[in-house]
């Protein structure tokens, strides 16, 4: 079945960056975008950018533009999102979803990653 | 860009009741809009799409509908396993994304 199986845990000092990688199974992985959605704690969804693994070309949400980077390995089937220039509030959970390729809906989606960035 | 107003941002409801979530867009985006279902602690489950498509395997209780900037989702009968956050979410074309606030659905 279609799965999405993202990296551990981390913790990231302010001014550092995160890799989060979200490895794919099941299904074809350049036939479908792959979307990256964070939440803070106690916070609602906020959605980050889109990749394409087909292309490598990505979207990014405005908030994002500068800070982020979509990149994909084809021959592990695996998407990364990395973030740089983290501050306190980029702790979240961070997840990855497979865009179904009609109408935008995200399913599944990876079990999410959560980053913590403190001193 | 288009702003999703999602209303209210809790409430509370006995089993067997009927509760009703929207969402308002700030322009007109068709039936763009799917819904989403997340407990705590874990990762946001796909309910309904393009408005008012039941996703597989969804207990026909959950509905959506609406149309262009306003929009509803209904459950038709409350179960205990239904407490969770509710969020809408906006694409179009690119796509670009957006999800509403969310809707928190407490049981009695």
């Known amino acids: 079945q279609v799965q999405l199986v993202q990296s551990e845990t981390v913790v990231r000092k302010p001014g550092a960056s995160v890799k989060v990688s979200c490895k794919t199974s099941g299904y074809s992985f350049t036939g479908y975008y792959i979307h990256w959605v964070r939440q803070a704690p106690g916070q609602g969804l906020e959605w980050m950018a889109w990749?394409?693994?087909?292309?490598?070309?990505?979207f990014y949400a405005q908030g994002f533009h500068g800070r982020i980077t979509m990149t994909g390995d084809t021959s592990i089937t695996t998407a990364y999102m990395e973030l740089s220039g983290l501050t306190s509030d980029d702790t979240a959970t961070y997840f990855c979803a497979r865009d179904s390729g009609t109408n935008s809906r995200l399913d599944p989606w990876g079990q999410g990653t959560l980053v913590t960035v403190s001193s | 860009d288009v702003q999703m107003t999602q209303s209210p941002s809790s409430l509370s409801a006995s089993v067997g009741d009927r509760v009703t979530i929207t969402c308002q867009a700030s322009q007109d985006i068709i039936t763009y809009l799917n819904w989403y279902q997340q407990k705590p602690g874990k990762a946001p489950k796909l309910l309904i799409s393009?408005?008012?498509n039941l996703e597989s395997g969804v207990p026909p209780r959950f509905s959506g509908s609406g149309s262009g900037t306003f929009f509803t989702f209904t459950i038709n009968g409350l179960q205990t396993e239904d407490s969770a956050t509710y969020y809408c979410?906006?694409?179009?074309?690119?796509?670009?994304?957006?999800f509403g606030g969310g809707t928190k659905v407490e049981i009695k």
């Open positions: 990749f394409n693994p087909d292309s490598g070309r990505a």
């Open positions: 393009a408005a008012s």
């Open positions: 979410q906006r694409f179009d074309d690119l796509p670009r994304v957006t």
